[in-house]
């Protein structure tokens, strides 16, 4: 088992559920699914991408996060999600060491886009603005041929030390995750687990995509944390049932 193939069946089975709530929008398993089978699709046959190249996720939260790792894996390539927070000299380290040469990224980034073009003239982009709202794809696609021992996601560390290093998880290593959470958490599809932290980071990663998409759940995924009564009117809203988050948050919230 794979995390593409993990997606996929439970995208089947679910396909007219809502996968990720977005303020006033919904965004069905269906929808998600078919767009990550064409971001597949772009990744293969526009950019010749092939088994194991690291692709650089530079995203800040956003709905077409699932769809682009998800595509990322499906393509069956290695997903690097980089911190939309760094600079574009501290993304080109990232890019250097991981030996990446694409970057699924968004219009909001165009700023360092530009600084990243500049150090490096040759790097190619894939942008969520690009992605149709519902892609005619072909539903006999080939299913994803990772193994379970096989690299699936490169997460780099914050670099507090020194350099920021890579960290190699495989898709059994996330697969076993999720489950260790399910199992904690008592996760179930009927739960709805609210996502305000960065989505790149491997808490959120983890947590807040991997297990509500992989049981069959719902994503809350909170458009601003600014003022805090936003998250608790989105909570409210679409009736959530698990927050992870940080001690800070929650002391907000409290207050």
Not at 77 to 85: G, R
Not at 91 to 118: H, P, Q, R, S, Y
């Amino acid at each position: 088992m794979n995390l593409a193939r993990a997606f996929a069946e439970m995208a089947t089975n679910n396909l007219k559920k809502p996968a990720v709530f977005w303020g006033q929008e919904e965004f069905s398993y269906e929808q998600l699914w078919d767009q990550a089978l064409w971001v597949a699709q772009q990744l293969t046959k526009d950019f010749d991408i092939k088994p194991g190249t690291r692709v650089g996720l530079w995203l800040k939260n956003c709905p077409q996060f699932v769809p682009a790792i998800f595509g990322i894996l499906q393509a069956d390539a290695v997903a690097t999600p980089i911190n939309n927070f760094l600079k574009a000299d501290e993304v080109n380290f990232i890019l250097l060491d991981a030996e990446i040469d694409l970057i699924i990224t968004d219009a909001t980034m165009a700023e360092g886009v530009e600084k990243l073009v500049a150090l490096r003239p040759g790097l190619k982009f894939l942008r969520i603005e690009d992605f149709p709202e519902r892609p005619d794809c072909i539903r006999n696609y080939s299913p994803s041929t990772r193994a379970t021992e096989d690299l699936a996601v490169l997460i780099y560390t914050s670099g507090t030390t020194g350099h920021p290093k890579g960290a190699m998880l495989s898709n059994g290593n996330l697969i076993h995750n999720v489950e260790s959470c399910r199992a904690v958490l008592e996760t179930v599809a009927e739960d709805r687990i609210v996502v305000l932290l960065p989505m790149f980071h491997s808490f959120m990663l983890c947590v807040g995509i991997m297990l509500p998409l992989l049981v069959g759940g719902t994503m809350v995924l909170i458009k601003s944390v600014h003022p805090p009564k936003n998250i608790v009117h989105d909570i409210i809203l679409r009736k959530a049932t698990i927050l992870p988050s940080v001690p800070q948050l929650f002391r907000a919230l409290m207050h």
